[in-house]
């Protein structure tokens, strides 16, 4: 699949750089109680990372010894926010691939694909390598994985009240806690969380 967007994509009423938010209903348990970034939508369908689902029992600095990215000797020397970050799920599909989306202070040539004024996603073993030097972007989320969806089908899950759509912010994206996101993008849509679990299935 191709990653990709371009400027009348967006004209036609496509949603890249929008969280989508799972309503109560979700019955898909991977997506429950799910927010997920859409870096790119189009005709031939969408693909978007998911913010809320922590990868058990993966750290960082695991990942980056398993690659090879560093020795383990070098765990030490990694920068305390590398060191603090959360690895996600980002979805069901590659999931022994990593993504990252990330601030724009950072660019590879080939490599990153720019979603919106303020995030980034690339998806190459390099942009791990210079976080671990202390070179990488200001704020990045790491994540496992993508969810897809095929032409058409993001739209249909929509029309079925599958999902919300919203902006997005860098400040939810990079400053709000994974444990948190879900009901703080409800609440800056101005929907209060328990008042939409309440409701649900009651139109």
């Known amino acids: 699949m191709t990653f990709s967007h371009n400027e009348s994509d967006m004209a036609e009423g496509y949603l890249d750089g929008q969280l989508l938010l799972a309503m109560p209903g979700m019955v898909d348990e991977r997506f429950a109680r799910a927010v997920i ?6 005709a031939e369908g969408a693909m978007g990372i998911v913010l809320t689902r922590p990868a058990p029992n993966v750290n960082v600095p695991d990942l980056l010894v398993q690659l090879e990215i560093i020795p383990d000797s070098d765990r030490i020397r990694l920068p305390e926010t590398l060191v603090s970050m959360q690895v996600l799920i980002g979805g069901p599909v590659e999931t022994t ?3 990252v989306l990330h601030s724009p202070d950072f660019h590879m040539a080939q490599s990153t694909l720019p979603i919106d004024d303020g995030v980034c996603l690339t998806a190459t073993v390099d942009i791990l390598r210079a976080l671990a030097r202390g070179e990488g972007p200001k704020n990045a989320i790491l994540a496992l994985g993508y969810a897809g969806w095929s032409a058409g089908q ?3 899950e929509i029309q079925a009240n599958g ?3 919203c902006p ?4 939810l994206l990079f400053s709000t806690a994974v ?3 879900y009901d703080e993008a ?3 849509i101005g929907v209060e969380p328990a008042m939409l679990s309440t409701e649900a299935g009651h139109a």
Do not use: Q
Request: aromatic fraction near 12%.
């Open 186 to 188: 409800l609440r800056r």
């Open 168 to 171: 997005a912010d860098t400040d």
């Open 163 to 165: 999902w919300l759509n």
């Open 179 to 181: 444990d948190a996101r």
């Open 154 to 156: 993001l739209e249909d």
């Open 97 to 99: 691939r990593g993504f």
């Open 37 to 42: 970034y859409l870096c790119a939508h189009s």
